[in-house]
Nanobody
Framework: QVQLTESGGGFVQAGGSLALSCAASGSIFGVDVMAWFREAPGTGRELVATITPGGQTKYADSVKGRFTISRDDAKLTVSLQMSSLKPEDTAVYYC??????????????WGQGTQVTVSS
């Protein structure tokens, strides 16, 4: 059974930094795109950043220049380094990885979500 486990997050003052990490475990035979989403109260889930197997990255305009996504395929891990944090970055952050598991074909797997709270 494939699981994505997130770590990091927490409480930080505006202007501070936080790092999130997300590791996949289980019988995995392939890995494709990895990404981070976030969901603030009263809003829908928003795409924050993506990274392809080749290392190409894309960011939401709201986080460009402040967030950096990276991946380590050997560890099946995707990370999100967040700096210059703003109160509007407050949300639950979810990682997702497009994986091929032994029991199924390619599909998206999601982490459990981790809270990031930025105070003004």
């Amino acid at each position: 059974q494939v699981q994505l486990t997130e770590s990091g997050g927490g409480f930080v003052q505006a202007g501070g930094s936080l790092a999130l990490s997300c590791a996949a475990s289980g019988s995995i035979f392939g890995v494709d795109v990895m990404a981070w989403f976030r969901e603030a109260p009263g809003t829908g889930r928003e795409l924050v950043a993506t990274i392809t197997p080749g290392g190409q990255t894309k960011y939401a305009d709201s986080v460009k220049g402040r967030f950096t996504i990276s991946r380590d395929d050997a560890k099946l891990t995707v990370s999100l380094q967040m700096s210059s944090l703003k109160p509007e970055d407050t949300a639950v952050y979810y990682c997702t990885q497009h994986l091929r598991a032994s029991t199924s074909g390619w599909r998206d797997y999601w982490g459990q979500g981790t809270q990031v709270t930025v105070s003004s």
